[in-house]
């Protein structure tokens, strides 16, 4: 059963610090979203490739937050520097096509002290 | 722009009853509608979707949902839920295929033995 994984799947680490995070995508896939989910703000989009190029990345703050697709098996999501308030859980999902559900990955869980 | 309303942020309900999670939309144009499931610590799973056709959807583990065009509505129901339903259930909305969801908040469902 194909999915969509991420790395790491939990991550602590201090204000300051760089962290990144990863995606691989369904293969064949060639859409791929990240939503942040905290309590206070449910689900938001903070970016979304397709073919591996941007096509929108209005939700992500641009001075710290960086998201890429080095290829097509790997989207990454990068914050330099992390601060408290980036603490939430980041997924990836995937699509592959129109009328095609979004597919998950069990995210990457971020705690910034 | 699109935007989902669930109504209800929390709602507990006894084993065996039928429950009915509320979800209304607002968009300008057509849309694809979702319901997701997402267990604690994992991603979100796909429940349904409604893309055109009939508008009575069936998913898994026994939910189903309505759409009703009139009242911009798109609520999930099942008939009698188990304890292993305890869960969040967000509502989604898709401006056309393979484009970001746009999700609601969602409702907690807390199944009671």
């Known amino acids: 059963d194909a999915r969509v994984t991420q790395t790491p799947r939990h991550k602590v680490t201090e204000m300051g610090q760089e962290v990144t995070m990863r995606c691989q995508p369904i293969?064949?896939?060639?859409?791929v979203f990240w939503y942040r989910q905290t309590m206070m703000q449910g689900l938001e989009l903070l970016a979304y490739?397709?073919?591996?190029?941007?096509?929108?990345d209005s939700g992500m703050p641009k001075d710290r937050f960086s998201a890429e697709m080095p290829d097509a098996t790997l989207a990454t999501l990068k914050i330099q520097p992390s601060e408290p308030r980036d603490s939430a859980v980041y997924f990836c999902?995937?699509?592959?096509?129109?009328?095609?559900?979004?597919?998950f990955g069990n995210g990457t869980r971020l705690t910034v002290t | 722009a699109q935007s989902v309303t669930q109504l209800d942020s929390q709602v507990p309900v006894f084993e065996e009853a039928p429950v009915e999670l509320r979800c209304n939309y607002s968009?300008?144009?057509?849309?694809?509608l979702f319901w997701y499931v997402q267990y604690p610590n994992q991603g979100l799973q796909l429940l349904l979707k409604?893309?055109?056709?009939?508008?009575l959807v069936k998913g898994i583990n026994g939910f189903e949902a309505e759409f009703n065009k009139s009242q911009t509505s798109f609520h999930l129901r099942k008939p009698s839920v188990h304890i292993s339903d305890t869960a969040e259930y967000f509502c989604?909305?898709?401006?056309?295929?393979?484009?970001?969801?746009?999700f609601g908040k969602g409702t907690r469902l807390s199944v009671i033995a």
């Open positions: 999902a995937s699509g592959d096509r129109v009328n095609s559900p979004l597919h």
């Open positions: 293969l064949g896939h060639n859409t």
């Open positions: 490739f397709r073919n591996r190029a941007p096509l929108d």
């Open positions: 968009s300008s144009v057509s849309v694809y």
């Open positions: 409604y893309l055109s056709g009939s508008t």
């Open positions: 989604a909305v898709m401006r056309s295929g393979n484009t970001p969801l746009v």
